[in-house]
């Protein structure tokens, strides 16, 4: 299966997870979930399949969280999706899914623990942290 990634072009770390997958010689689905926002179906499964907790998958920075009370422990599991349903912005990324798991990428170097480095190679971030070193 082609790797599955729910992007956003604007955040750093969705970029550079995007990268090494490309570097990776795949042919990524790039899904920018603020454009096309998952069903709460799938939503639903790449929460459970990431083995994190719906509030685990919530964003704080750069979000309407507080705006909305959510950090208040009275929402439901169901009344978070909710929201992260009508404010996409809510869904942390990038979600990364492959046929050996389901993780949140962040910070980008998780994506190892569901594709090998081997297949990777040598990978450097944007801002020039070394992820995987050059062989010698």
Known sequence: MNPIIYHN?????????????KQAGTEPVVIEY???????????????DSGLSVREV??????????LGLDDEKWTDDQLIDFMQEHPILMNRP?????KGTRLCR??????????????GAFTKEDGEVVIPAKT
């Open 95 to 99: 979600i990364v899914v492959t046929d």
């Open 34 to 48: 603020l454009k096309t926002p998952p069903s709460r179906e799938t939503l639903e499964k790449l929460i459970k």
């Open 58 to 67: 919530l964003r704080k920075k750069g979000t309407p969280f507080e705006e």
């Open 9 to 21: 072009p604007k955040c750093g770390t969705s970029r550079n997870t995007l990268a090494m997958l």
């Open 107 to 120: 910070p980008s170097d998780v994506l190892l623990g569901i594709l090998s480095a081997d297949q990777i």
